[in-house]
């Protein structure tokens, strides 16, 4: 089963050139002007700009959430490159730091820096736990964020500057929860990690499977830094449920072997965006083939995965084989960006003013796929309507994206998994 809204073939540059530092640094910020210029296509042109945008990102470099990390820089990368490249009247300086998480807590440190340094606008974080720790902070020093991955139903409406280009976990969970039940299973056990994320996703996809007829026989949490999982795979293999739904993030890959020398099926595993990756190169000594998971985003061009690693080993790095988010965090910079140049104003609350209007979701904008297409009619006096990679990207009234997708994956002999819907 597939929720979508929309998918776009990528129109984006080839490859990624190492940004230099002097092409970050352009002089002349400028402020919101007195006079707003016209929302109609063909109106009076905006007075030309030459914006320096500082932004940070805040992902997972270490902890539960690393696998994700990677993917999400390098769509973040290409995207400041792809912007600078454009010449058209905004430059990004890009300052990274860890996320860690909040076992490790790197963020606590990672974040003073970044606001520090002076940003106005943050992609990140990946978690939804700290998200929900940072916020407050980058809201007082006027940060807009952003970020590619939250997907606690919490952060609905949660404040003006605040936007995420994933969609609510209600969505995944009503995905998924059908999935299960549309797969023939009648009972289902439900392990899951017990914060923000994990209790949220969890409530979802009972409430769909428990909807569509099934019934939910056994659930069981652990606290996120936990190391032994015995307990909760006990209590949900002595119920012996058709199928286990597993909401983590890492522990996936403890977690699923002891269910399989439970007496599991690790064949009838249901697993979500936290924890879907390929395991192919990961010594979990079972086999996941026939084993589903879900994951937000649009089907992605084949030839994503090469601009990713353009712009990522550009910087040094090791090539990435995983798009998990990418897509997302590629348009939260976009959508950062055209914002600014829209406002004609790198100050994060002008930046959160224009975001719903350059994603669509107010007025009557020009669509557009690719950075220069939609700079060139802000700069020609017009309203964009950026359609991203991860969906249409079209934000409501509480800074969600509408109509997001949902893809459902399914695991092969070699514990990789495709898409399928």
């Known amino acids: 089963m597939n929720a979508m809204k929309g998918s776009r073939p990528a129109r984006i540059f080839a490859a990624a050139a190492m940004i230099s530092a002097s092409a970050l640094v352009i002089s002349g910020c400028s402020s919101t002007p007195d006079s707003t210029p016209s929302d109609k296509p063909g109106g009076d042109k905006p007075a030309a700009v030459d914006l320096t945008l500082k932004l940070g990102s805040l992902l997972p470099v270490t902890g539960q959430l690393a696998f994700l990390g990677a993917p999400m820089e ?36 990672s974040i003073a820096k970044l606001q520090s340094s002076g940003i106005t606008a943050m992609v990140g974080a990946a978690s939804s736990g700290v998200s929900k720790l940072i916020l407050d902070g980058n809201v007082g020093a006027g940060i807009v964020t952003v970020s590619p991955s939250n997907t606690s139903a919490d952060f609905t409406g949660l404040s003006p500057m605040y936007f995420r280009t994933a969609p609510s976990d209600n969505l995944q969970g009503e995905v998924l929860g059908n999935q299960i039940a549309e797969d023939g299973n009648t009972t289902l056990g439900i392990i899951y990690q017990n914060d923000p994320y994990g209790t949220g996703l969890a409530e979802a996809i009972k409430n769909t499977f428990e909807s569509a007829g099934g019934e939910v026989v056994a659930e069981a949490s652990y606290n ?19 199928a286990v739904a597993i909401v983590s993030y890492e522990q996936f890959k403890t977690i699923a072997p002891l269910l399989g020398n439970a007496g599991i099926d690790t064949g009838k595993l249901y697993l979500v965006d936290g924890n879907l990756s390929n395991y192919a190169k990961d010594d979990l000594a079972i086999k996941l083939e026939g084993s589903k998971g879900t994951r937000a985003g649009a089907e992605l061009p084949t030839d994503f995965l090469d601009q990713l690693n353009a712009a990522w080993t550009a910087e040094g790095n090791d090539p990435i084989n995983d798009v998990t988010y990418s897509a997302e965090a590629y348009d939260a910079v976009m959508l950062i960006a055209l914002s600014a140049l829209k406002a004609q104003s790198v100050e994060g609350k002008d ?36 359609e991203g990679l991860s969906g249409s990207v079209t934000f409501d009234e509480n800074n969600d994206p509408k109509g997001a997708a949902i893809g459902v994956y399914e695991y092969g002999a070699d514990n990789n998994n495709s898409r399928i819907g």
């Open 351 to 386: 930046i959160a003013s224009k975001m719903r209007e350059v994603s669509g979701g107010e007025g009557d904008g020009e669509k557009c796929s690719t950075f220069a297409d939609c700079a060139k009619i802000i700069n020609d006096g017009g309203t964009a309507d950026y």
């Open 74 to 109: 390098a769509g973040v990368q290409l995207a400041v490159s792809q912007i600078n490249e454009a010449d058209a009247g905004i430059t990004i300086d890009l300052s990274q730091a860890d996320e860690g998480d909040l076992d490790n807590k790197a963020y606590e440190t």
């Open 224 to 242: 996120q830094g936990d190391g032994q999982f015995n307990a909760q795979v006990q209590t949900v293999a002595a119920a012996k449920p058709d």
